[in-house]
């Protein structure tokens, strides 16, 4: 947490051009692979839909033009049973039926008594799959009012189905027609070939917006990253001085603030938390005290054994430790530590006034965790009242409290790095602690830059 006027810089310089474009590249990347996707589907399917609604209204058209025809001669009963309808179909059949843009292949006509008036199929279409599909759309129905326009797939080739009532002169339908449309090979080609120039023309336009404004987008991610860093650096110097000011107070040594914040965070990594946790361990673990701003000078400092009552005031420093940070949106995730610091994992602990004592998992992870730490740092540092114990007596002393006061599973987990803590950090309160926790916060807060933007 110790950050001096010439490391100021460092955690700002680790932000290079060359992190800033990770950064910006992983985003913007994100970004832009979702909108070329969007635009690009968008754009085929849109500029297709249109360009066969393009061929569709030719057909339309050009179908509606025989709609007359039909419904005179469907007006006339005898007209069907003589095979007039079928004679005027088949002239259809021979007539100009083939387009720049299709050709009608197949026609299929009822009349309202259902029987089939008329019919002309091509000699590629005179399937049963054919025919079945133009009588099923030629099945009369009074609900039938309005073309219905289908597109189909027959023998891997696109299809347009027409199918539409005949109506008399008055409005009265007369019966039902059908007709298939396929549009030639060259008309398909020329819109595929028309729907992906569209389409990369949009992806083309997105890409170059996107070269444009990457220039704009790294340099405003640069200073926002300047900023954010600049901004924790000044959170994490006001809980340094915070903490400072209390272990001052306190103890008259700041040390112990950052040995504990040490041996929380190696049993913390032993264990696997991640990241976000980390964080609020290593501030609780720092601020864990901080409430002792508010206790009484005459309790505080009192060099002997307290009184029921001067304990109960004691106790109270968890409860305004919460209350000060509270206020600071910041360190609300070391309220675990700041609260529960004091919770034992027998049930014989305490937490703020009027609160009831945690036992077992139900006490906070971190807390559980800073537990150990702080009867670690406190056994083996000095005191006013007592020398500090060596490492095998230490460890004795807390074996007997496993259950009790600590974690079962954390106190072995510690087991497995206590010795290498004990030698590099018991009992010094030189500029080690400090330097060891100015890279844990390095790690922690600072080299994560999509945390901070």
Not at 27 to 41: A, N, P
Not at 107 to 115: C, E, I, L, Y
Not at 205 to 210: N, P, R
């Amino acid at each position: 947490m110790t950050i001096s006027k010439a490391s100021k810089k460092d955690p700002i310089d680790s932000f290079n051009k060359v992190n800033i474009y990770k950064l910006v590249n992983k985003r913007l990347g994100g970004v832009l692979i979702l909108v070329l996707t969007i635009i690009g589907t968008s754009s085929y399917y849109l500029e297709q839909h249109r360009l066969i609604k393009i061929i569709q209204d030719i057909a339309i058209q050009r179908a509606n033009q025989y709609v007359t025809e039909f419904g005179i001669l469907l007006s006339d009963q005898q007209a069907v049973d003589n095979g007039s309808v079928q004679k005027s179909i088949e002239k259809f059949a021979e007539s100009d039926t083939t387009f720049t843009v299709g050709t009608f292949v197949s026609v299929f006509v009822r009349d309202t008594r259902g029987k089939v008036a008329a019919s002309f199929h091509s000699d590629k279409y005179t399937t049963k799959i054919v025919i079945d599909i133009l009588k099923q759309s030629t099945q009369v129905s009074d609900k039938t009012t309005e073309m219905t326009v289908k597109q189909i797939e027959i023998d891997s080739q696109q299809l347009i189905l027409l199918s539409f009532p005949v109506m008399s002169k008055t409005n009265v339908p007369l019966g039902q027609a059908a007709i298939l449309f396929l549009p030639t090979t060259e008309r398909l080609q020329l819109i595929q070939t028309n729907t992906w120039r569209t389409t990369l023309s949009a992806i083309f336009i997105v890409l170059v917006t996107a070269l444009g404004l990457y220039p704009v987008i790294i340099r405003l991610t640069h200073q926002l990253s300047l900023l954010s860093t600049n901004l924790l650096i000044a959170n994490l110097q006001t809980a340094k001085a915070l903490g400072n000011a209390i272990a001052k107070r306190d103890s008259d040594t700041d040390a112990h603030n950052y040995r504990v914040t040490i041996y929380s965070v190696r049993l913390a990594e032993a264990i696997g938390l991640d990241t976000k946790k980390m964080q609020g361990l290593i501030k609780g673990a720092f601020l864990h005290d901080v409430g002792k701003i508010g206790t009484p000078d005459n309790i505080l400092l009192k060099p002997g054994k307290l009184t029921e009552s001067e304990f109960s005031e004691m106790k109270n420093h968890v409860g305004h430790g919460v209350d000060i940070i509270k206020n600071s949106s910041w360190l609300q995730d070391a309220e675990d530590v700041v609260l529960h610091h004091h919770e034992k994992y027998g049930g014989n602990g305490y937490a703020a006034s009027g609160d009831k004592a945690l036992t077992g998992k139900n006490i906070p992870l971190a807390a559980r965790i800073f537990a150990i730490a702080d009867v670690f740092d406190a056994l083996t540092s000095r005191r006013p009242y007592k020398e500090p114990f060596d490492f095998d007596t230490t460890m004795t002393e807390m074996e007997k409290n496993v259950g009790t006061h600590f974690d079962p599973e954390l106190f072995i987990a510690f087991q497995s790095i206590a010795k290498p803590l004990y030698s590099t950090l018991a009992n010094r309160d030189d500029e080690l602690p400090k330097d060891i926790l100015k890279e844990i916060v390095q790690l922690y807060f600072l080299n994560n830059m999509e945390q901070l933007l």
